[in-house]
């Protein structure tokens, strides 16, 4: 028996040699030091804390993972001995740290010390240690280090909206333990939408009895909505976590699902229903009635009572002004009220709930748009339309929490291609760790009103947990170490290295996740000679299968072993298989040769705030050059708001009809034997339009015109012929001359 036992701990305690390359902690703290040796824990280990309720609390959180690490059955304890034992975890509180996340970590071969001024920095030291223990293995033993740590920012904050599509309470809790887990402190719970009212007000039970449904493409109701004591059951979850939720509830636009309950509230009367399509709706909150105001003001009553943030969210975007422009009550209102214009009666509307909610004790926070007309004293700005808005804001002395849909926006797509459908975008892992929350445009006096940054997720085309799931992860991975570590210490391939031991966290936690895929993220590489292909494999025990004759990967398919050298024209597409089952989305990728004698294609780059495709040839170009693939990533955008003018042949290879395909966010055209083909002019939102010609074999001469106001820029140009399928222009078809 003495046997078996001392074989089974020699299986469990599994012992690893640490360097500064496999310490894998993110967010990286502020100061790590890795010293000799090992501390073990053992059934002699004390683990004492220090006496009260909050460090309880702490203490029984720390050892329930420790005893499921090691399979030991510690206790931690107030009550403490003048002998100091031969292995100890010591859990105090200390005040002399000036910041109050701030925490400290000191491990040696006999005592594990943590230290920290509030609960907050004790809990952020156990996400510390416990990512020094490996993922999947029991094991009692961890390097000897000392850390000292603290956060960049104070708000770091994740937002999940369930109004577009519905999450149960169990979700929301495995929500905020994925941030709690990268020290993230701020849940922005986005309640209330025209398409689902997600919240109980006793006051008003139509609210959910009617708005918290809506019928499916089937006429089948769909919704759902979190009862009070629900909510305060998430609020104490999080708060355990160190988490504060910060409520939204939107006024006074994306209001369609409060009006189809009190239609009265609107400036139509109604009868409204709740939507069932995405977008931006007219029919908002009347504000020339007091009878609106009163409805809100008892909705944040209750919603200030509910949840203990001192910050209370009430959106403000994306408000329509088309109703209070017809609306009697709306114009009586400005003319009382000396305003020259509906932003200014936006800007009162805001005002007005502004001064309510700070009659509460409580502050207000918006999207930027409540900006527009004029700022409300004490709101706080959520910077969303790019990072204008929190530049305008902290210049005004108003703080600022940073979420531009450039780097933040975590609905858009995290690849540029075979992903799960997304509102549009492209938001990849490595953009979001480049993000730098401070504005370059603000001295530092300035600078000290941006609180921090914020992922969004937006669930329009989000169903399902598991598809949540893989939208957040890895990216909130990344935006943690933006928002807590020093900016001096980021660098992008020591977080690829570290994020590797991650994946396997996250699977051993059944946490769903983008795997990354085998290879870079181009639809098209081009080189000259020849080129090697390195296959990217982060995950350990995965396999990479892939193929060459443009069939989809499987576990039949060529096995990975060593880099491939390309010396043609070649398509490959790979795909990571995990021993779970699971596998990443497929790379596809054109390895294509080309001459840069006679490739590419020719651009005119001009910076400005553009509401449609300028007349290009009254400009000046703030740039001109040449580029060898179809992507505006080539052009590498300096601003936000720019139009491009790209030209050149397009090399038909035979006589056919051929069908384009043309994608954009916001405005295109294209131009094809110098007329028009395709019109997809105008700010909008990702949208395709097509049409076809029958071309001749041959140089074709083409133009592509596009524009881009603000947010995410994306074009995108395919065709298909009459017998092929639907492809993208490769560089080898793109002609100079």
Partial sequence: MKLKAFLFLSFLFITTNYSKENISIIPKPLKLEISSGEFVFNQSTKIWIDPGKEMETLGNYFTDFINHKTGLKLLATWKMTQDIPKSLVRIEFKNDFKNDEAYSLSIKPNVIKISAKTGAGIFYAFQTLFQLFSPNERQNKIQ????????????????????????????????????????????????????????????????????????????????????????????????????????????????????????????????????????????????????????????????????????????????????????????????????????ELQSYFIHRIEKFVNSKGKKIIGWDEI????????????????????????????????????????????????????????????????????????????????????????????????????????????????VWSDKNSKNLDDFLSRIKKHYDLLISKNINFRIPTPLQDENEILFSNETKVVFNKPIENSKIFFTIDGTEPTTNSIVYKEPLVIENDLLIKAKTFLPNGKSSSVSTVQFSKIDSTFNGIFYKYFEGVFDSIPNFSNLKPTREGKIYKLNLRELKPEKESFAVSISGYINIEKDDNYKFYLSSDDGSKLLINNKILIDNDGSHSLREMTNSIFLTKGKVPFEIQYFNKWGSSNLKLEFETSDSKRKSISANMLLSN
């Fill in 371 to 482: 900006l527009e007309g004029g700022l409300a004293p004490n709101a706080l700005v959520m910077s969303w339309r790019g990072v204008s808005g929190g530049i305008a804001a902290a210049k005004e002395k108003h703080y600022v929490v940073m979420s531009p849909g450039t780097h933040c926006y975590f609905d858009h797509y995290q690849a540029l291609q075979n992903e799960p459908k997304a509102i549009g975008g492209y938001t990849s892992l490595e953009k979001v760790y480049s993000y730098e929350p401070i504005p370059s445009e603000l001295n530092d006096d300035e600078a000290k009103y941006i609180l921090g940054a914020q992922a969004n997720l937006w669930t329009e085309y989000i169903e399902t947990t598991d598809h949540v799931e893989y939208m957040l992860l890895p990216r909130l991975i990344a935006l943690s170490e933006v």
């Fill in 144 to 343: 000897c280090l000392n850390i000292y740590d603290e956060p960049r920012f104070q708000w770091r904050g994740a937002h999940l909206d369930v109004c577009r599509h519905f999450f149960p309470i169990e979700f929301v809790k495995k929500y905020i333990d994925i941030l709690s887990m990268y020290k993230m402190n701020r849940f922005h719970w986005h309640l209330t939408e025209d398409q689902g009212w997600r919240i109980e007000i006793k006051k008003y039970p139509k609210l959910t009895e009617i708005g918290a449904w809506r019928k499916d493409i089937n006429g089948n109701l769909y919704g759902g909505f979190y009862t009070q004591e629900q909510i305060k059951d998430v609020i104490e979850y999080a708060k355990k976590k160190y988490i504060t939720i910060i409520p939204e509830i939107e006024m006074p636009g994306h209001s369609v699902a409060a009006l189809s309950a009190y239609p009265e509230l609107s400036c139509s009367g109604g009868p409204f229903e709740v939507e069932t399509n995405w977008g931006i709706f007219k029919d908002v909150f009347c504000a020339g009635n007091d009878s609106t105001f009163n409805f809100l003001q008892n909705i944040l009553s209750e919603v200030i009572d509910l949840f203990p943030s001192d910050i209370i969210h009430i959106g403000g975007d994306e408000v329509p002004k088309d109703r209070w422009k017809e609306c009697l009550k709306c114009q009586l209102r400005m003319k009382t009220e000396n305003l020259k214009d509906e932003h």
